[in-house]
């Protein structure tokens, strides 16, 4: 594995794709969990502000974009498979470390205090949608290491003057 130009701009390609599931399927589950029910009502820390789905999306982007460099840099440096497994392990620590921050902005609205950790456990966290949306980002991100990684093409060669 040669760390070329084009490699650099493939891997930021497969970031900002693997950057962008994560903050999708963080708003899907904010919209199908507990997230759903607080549609139209005031945010608890800005009440002139109603959750709405473009404010949802716009916290998870929010979360996810620390990502994209870290996997950015991640992903330059994929290659052989133990590589792309750890990127993997990377990429479920961030989806993990990215809901817990959307679910702390709603902390406000359930009157709670919470350590770091707590506000996923106790809001984000359903048992079947959380492991079919964080596999979805994983999926996602497993392709785009498999684009990546894959051997170039063979070219044809030029045609030779007769």
């Known amino acids: 594995m040669r760390i070329t130009p084009t490699r650099?701009?493939?891997?930021?390609?497969?970031?900002?794709?693997?950057?962008?599931?994560?903050?999708?399927?963080?708003?899907?589950?904010?919209?199908?969990?507990?997230?759903?029910?607080?549609?139209?009502?005031?945010?608890?820390?800005?009440?002139?502000?109603?959750?709405?789905?473009?404010?949802?999306?716009?916290?998870?982007a929010l979360a996810a974009a620390p990502l994209a460099p870290v996997l950015w840099g991640a992903a330059v440096l994929s290659g052989p498979?133990?590589?792309?497994?750890?990127?993997?392990?990377?990429?479920?620590?961030?989806?993990?470390?990215?809901?817990?921050?959307?679910?702390?902005?709603?902390?406000?609205?359930?009157?709670?205090?919470?350590?770091p950790g707590e506000p996923f456990a106790e809001l984000f966290f359903d048992p079947l949608l959380t492991p079919a949306l964080a596999g979805a980002a994983l999926l996602a991100q497993g392709l785009m290491l498999r684009w990546l990684n894959r051997p170039p093409r063979p070219r044809a060669p030029a045609p030779q003057p007769k």
């Open 8 to 60: 650099i701009a493939r891997a930021g390609l497969a970031a900002l794709i693997a950057t962008w599931a994560v903050a999708a399927t963080l708003w899907g589950h904010l919209l199908l969990g507990f997230g759903g029910p607080l549609l139209g009502q005031p945010q608890a820390l800005a009440p002139a502000l109603q959750n709405s789905p473009g404010s949802y999306a716009l916290a998870c």
């Open 81 to 115: 498979w133990p590589i792309r497994v750890l990127n993997l392990g990377l990429l479920a620590g961030g989806w993990y470390w990215a809901a817990d921050r959307v679910a702390m902005e709603f902390a406000a609205d359930f009157g709670a205090t919470w350590l």
